[in-house]
T-cell receptor
Framework: EAGVVQSPRYKIIEKKQPVAFWCNPISGHNTLYWYLQNLGQGPELLIRYENEEAVDDSQLPKDRFSAERLKGVDSTLKIQPAELGDSAVYLC??????????FGPGTRLTVT | DQQVKQNSPSLSVQEGRISILNCDYTNSMFDYFLWYKKYPAEGPTFLISISSIKDKNEDGRFTVFLNKSAKHLSLHIVPSQPGDSAVYFCAASARSGGFKTIFGAGTRLFVKA
């Protein structure tokens, strides 16, 4: 069974540029999460989807971040414009309801 | 406000001995706890979980203990193996909080051969 797929794995952009990350969850998993992980910290939730509905986006900086999960399967997270402080690893995870989460390898974003 | 705290940034253990990783939490509404393991350049991988109705859960070499009165849980790995060297994250969630999972900062375990 394929795991959670994320692309790209690495991205380097200049500040004020836009960037997008893509995630394909495990087949059949209705819950999808986007996390941000800074160095030396644990993952912090940005947004959680139940099917195509965003049920928790309270930590998503909506002035520059957006996300979508069309048809309740794969998802895209966008930052526009990127700031230096956005440099981090962006993790996608999926689960069946409240069960344990399965994480993708993450996208390491560097904003210069 | 850190609701889930892992106060030891790192731990070093000899191969074959027991590794004990600790985690404290502040939110008494947490009712489900998990441990994840992370290798470099990979995402976290689920290891073991425990519901608040239990005080112990065991899976092979891994055992999680929950002390609700102390708001403390620990992960025991015995015997420790060099392949266990990784970062371990403690996580907690609450039904009342919409099941949002809060992660600790992680503890890096080194198992020396």
């Amino acid at each position: 069974e394929a795991g959670v797929v994320q692309s790209p794995r690495y991205k380097i952009i200049e500040k004020k540029q836009p960037v997008a990350f893509w995630c394909n969850p495990i087949s059949g998993h209705n819950t999808l999460y986007w996390y941000l992980q800074n160095l030396g910290q644990g993952p912090e939730l940005l947004i959680r989807y139940e099917n195509e509905e965003a049920v928790d986006d309270s930590q998503l900086p909506k002035d520059r971040f957006s996300a979508e999960r069309l048809k309740g399967v794969d998802s895209t997270l966008k930052i526009q414009p990127a700031e230096l402080g956005d440099s981090a690893v962006y993790l996608c995870a999926s689960s069946l309801g409240r069960s344990e989460q399965y994480f993708g390898p993450g996208t390491r974003l560097t904003v210069t | 406000d850190q609701q889930v705290k892992q106060n030891s940034p790192s731990l070093s253990v000899q191969e074959g001995r027991i590794s004990i990783l600790n985690c404290d939490y502040t939110n008494s509404m947490f009712d489900y706890f998990l441990w994840y393991k992370k290798y470099p350049a990979e995402g976290p991988t689920f290891l073991i979980s425990i519901s608040s109705i239990k005080d112990k859960n065991e899976d092979g070499r891994f055992t999680v203990f929950l002390n609700k009165s102390a708001k403390h849980l620990s992960l025991h790995i015995v015997p420790s193996q060099p392949g266990d060297s990784a970062v371990y994250f403690c996580a907690a969630s609450a039904r009342s909080g919409g099941f949002k999972t809060i992660f600790g900062a992680g503890t890096r375990l080194f198992v020396k051969a």
